[in-house]
């Protein structure tokens, strides 16, 4: 036995009877390991003996591993989609049947995204759903729903509640629209509504036994598609925006049409601050994107035959005709502008959703009021209205580009990093859809329907 040899047996005299590493193997049967391995060689038996102690050592961390609790899934996002559609089903005929209004709701499960059908019978397109919170501790969700026309309020518990409900008296009676602010300045949220066909421009204010709708403007025959609120003139008084227009037309013939605005506080009616002269917009935006702490008005002008989508600027003293062009798409149709931002620097940025050519991001440059510079977010995604909305869903501070994208029947989340979009589909409709994604808005998940 050389020197090494015997400081190991020496080990094994003291007691040191036991090898954490090896359990159930005694410490002097591994020197007597270590000693017939030196020398050349270990008996057989004593080669068995050690492979029944690794087995059950193995065995014993099978067990714990296979014991040992699974990590928990990831944190549910708090806050949840709201997708309002028009469902379609063709008749024996092959012809599209309007279904029951449908309010889409998407939320985040922690290991997916679930979806939730709620439908009114009462009209056969939801062309708005939002969160509305009329008096401290009421919020619900907003619906707005066309044929017949209704805004409604969904609270979890009850009964749907009817805050306006109309027959405009034309062929169609549609809430197209509605926007919420403190419109008269008293602290009151009310709601700015646009509808169809007749022209009606309302004012819906709730009181203390109930809501008041009020007619401010009406024109037979018309088309009202969108509303929006803001303060162009830095006055601190809303005011109201919306885009009137002849019938909907879907040869790309004209379809003149202008931007007006009311001022309800202070009295003033229709005001003219957009002339489209034979082209219409079915979207506009009013918002702070240049970030210079006043809002400003953008137009996206429909094309005629052979022409271009136009993004058209309009401040307080504009000219409207003169609105400046700080982006060209090409395409006929875009029925969505939002604003955020999306690359955390704290500046704004806008996302145009066209019909055909996709997704871009415009970004103001030095003058606001010259041409933005445009990149191509998703040349694959679109639809009739192709629904977008920036918005952010994570607490994060950082907005993400949620999109209905209709063409493929998905819902998808863009989310910027290293300066680019990433895109994640959230939901694809099972099969395809048959339909219209009118509009998509974020909602906490406390207020939405239970079952």
């Known amino acids: 036995m050389n020197r090494d040899d015997a400081k190991d047996a020496k080990a094994s005299q003291n007691g040191a009877r036991f090898n954490p590493a090896m359990p159930g193997v005694a410490a002097d049967r591994v020197i007597r390991y270590h000693i017939a391995i030196r020398h050349g060689g270990i008996p057989l038996m004593e080669i068995l003996r050690m492979i029944r102690s690794l087995t059950t050592l193995i065995s014993l961390l099978t067990l714990t591993l296979a014991c040992a609790p699974a990590p928990p899934p990831p944190d549910a996002l708090d806050n ?33 995204w679930s979806y939730t059908p709620v439908s009114d019978p009462e009209s056969n397109v939801f062309h708005k759903a939002m ?32 805050l306006w409900q109309a027959d405009f008296g034309g062929k169609h009676s ?42 401010i403007d009406s024109e037979p025959n018309t088309f009202v598609h969108e509303i929006e609120v803001g303060d162009l003139d830095g006055d601190g008084v809303v005011e109201i925006y919306a ?83 700080v982006a060209s798409l090409e395409d006929k149709l875009c029925r969505f502008l939002t604003s955020g931002d999306v690359d955390g620097d704290g500046n704004k940025e806008m ?28 040349r694959n995604s679109g639809g ?16 993400e580009l949620y999109v209905a994208n209709d063409n493929a029947g998905e819902v998808n989340r863009y989310v910027w990093r290293d300066g680019s979009p990433v895109k994640e589909n959230l939901y694809t409709h099972p099969e395809g859809l048959s339909g219209f994604t009118w509009n998509i808005m974020p909602v906490p998940v406390e207020l939405i329907p239970a079952g």
């Open 351 to 378: 996302v145009a959703a066209a019909h055909k050519s996709g997704l871009w991001l415009l970004e103001p440059g030095q003058d606001p009021s010259a041409p933005w510079a445009i990149t191509s977010i998703d």
């Open 384 to 399: 009739f209205e192709h629904a977008a909305i920036l918005t952010d869903l994570d607490d994060d501070g950082i907005d």
């Open 80 to 112: 949840g989609l709201l997708l309002a559609l028009a469902v379609l089903e063709k008749d024996a005929n092959g012809r599209p049947v309007p279904q029951p209004a449908q309010l889409g709701i998407l939320t985040d499960t922690g290991v997916g």
């Open 174 to 215: 549609r809430m197209r629209d509605v926007e919420i602010a403190d419109i008269f300045g008293d602290g009151t949220q009310a709601l700015a509504d646009a509808t169809h066909d007749q022209g009606v421009v309302a004012v819906v204010t709730p009181t203390a036994d109930g809501w008041e709708a009020v007619e």
């Open 131 to 162: 969160v509305y919170e009329p008096r401290p501790g009421e919020a619900g969700i907003l619906t707005a729903g066309g044929t017949g026309a209704s805004l409604k309020l969904l609270r979890n518990g009850a009964e749907p509640e009817i």
């Open 243 to 325: 885009t009137p227009s002849l019938p909907n037309k879907l040869d790309g013939t004209p379809q003149p049409g202008w931007v007006v605005r009311y001022v309800p506080a202070t009295g003033e009616g229709r005001v003219e601050v957009a002339d489209l002269e034979d082209r219409h917009a079915k979207e506009i935006l009013v918002d702070d994107v240049d970030g210079d702490g006043t809002d400003e008005l953008y137009v996206a002008i429909e094309a005629v035959a052979g022409g271009r989508v136009e993004i058209r600027r309009y401040d307080a003293d504009t000219d409207p005709a003169e609105g400046a062009l």
